[in-house]
């Protein structure tokens, strides 16, 4: 599953899945998981670029632990959906912050700030059997400047939780990617700034901004 970003065919990302994250961002808490889709096409692997387009002036990280689907899911449940998992990798939910919040001020909804190419950054896969999700060490730098760290034991829902959740309306098919939410710390990213993200020890990933050309 090492090629699982040719193999997949959605991203799904879990919101407001850590609690000190919500609240920067005048959010409550949610009571139960809520997500949204990104294509395929936002992806992009270890030493790629990150493209700032022209539609946002506020391009955003958010450091998430991602979860690699291998097996098909549907109504699977929360006792068995780790069955399921082939793997993890850290990732990026790049997000166009200004162009999110004017789609929340206008009541629309707010895909285009999400689901823009290049804009899911991916690390390289960790076998299911190399992490235990529950205690994930996470860590962001923006020009080797710590913008996010988090332990995976901050979420509000497990992964167990958030898959079971998930699984119940969608089938997760191999190759899969689920997104568990971003802890605080979300801030803007510029172009020429070099991202890295890593789960220490364990995986490491590197990224540019780069302009819209």
């Keep these: 599953m090492k090629d699982f970003v040719k193999q997949s065919t959605k991203i799904i990302c879990i919101g407001r899945n850590y609690a000190k994250h919500a609240a920067e961002l005048g959010n409550e808490a949610p009571s139960e998981?809520?997500?949204?889709i990104k294509p395929t096409t936002c992806c992009v692997e270890d030493?790629?670029?990150?493209?700032?387009?022209?539609?946002?002036?506020?391009?955003?990280?958010?450091?998430?632990?991602?979860?690699?689907?291998?097996?098909k899911m549907s109504k699977v449940p929360v006792e068995n959906v780790m069955a399921h998992v082939a793997g993890y990798c850290v990732t990026i939910d790049v997000t166009c912050r200004d162009v999110q919040e004017k789609?929340?001020?206008?009541?629309?909804?707010?895909?285009?700030?999400?689901?823009?190419?290049?804009?899911?950054?991916?690390?390289?896969?960790?076998?299911?059997?190399e992490l235990a999700h529950d205690n994930v060490d996470m860590v962001l730098k923006v020009n080797d400047e710590v913008r996010q760290s988090t332990n995976t034991k901050n979420m509000i829902f497990n992964v167990p939780t958030l898959l079971e959740y998930v699984n119940r309306h969608i089938t997760l098919l191999p190759g899969d990617l689920v997104q568990t939410g971003t802890p605080e710390g979300v801030g803007p990213m510029h172009?020429?700034?070099t991202v890295k993200i890593s789960i220490p020890g364990t995986s490491?990933?590197?990224?540019?901004i780069v302009d819209d050309c």
């Design 33 to 36: 998981p809520f997500y949204f």
């Design 47 to 71: 030493g790629g670029e990150i493209i700032y387009h022209k539609i946002t002036k506020n391009l955003h990280h958010e450091l998430e632990l991602g979860v690699v689907i291998g097996k």
């Design 103 to 129: 789609c929340k001020s206008e009541r629309k909804p707010w895909c285009i700030s999400k689901c823009l190419d290049t804009h899911c950054a991916v690390g390289p896969f960790i076998p299911a059997s």
């Design 191 to 193: 172009i020429g700034d």
């Design 204 to 208: 490491e990933a590197c990224f540019r």
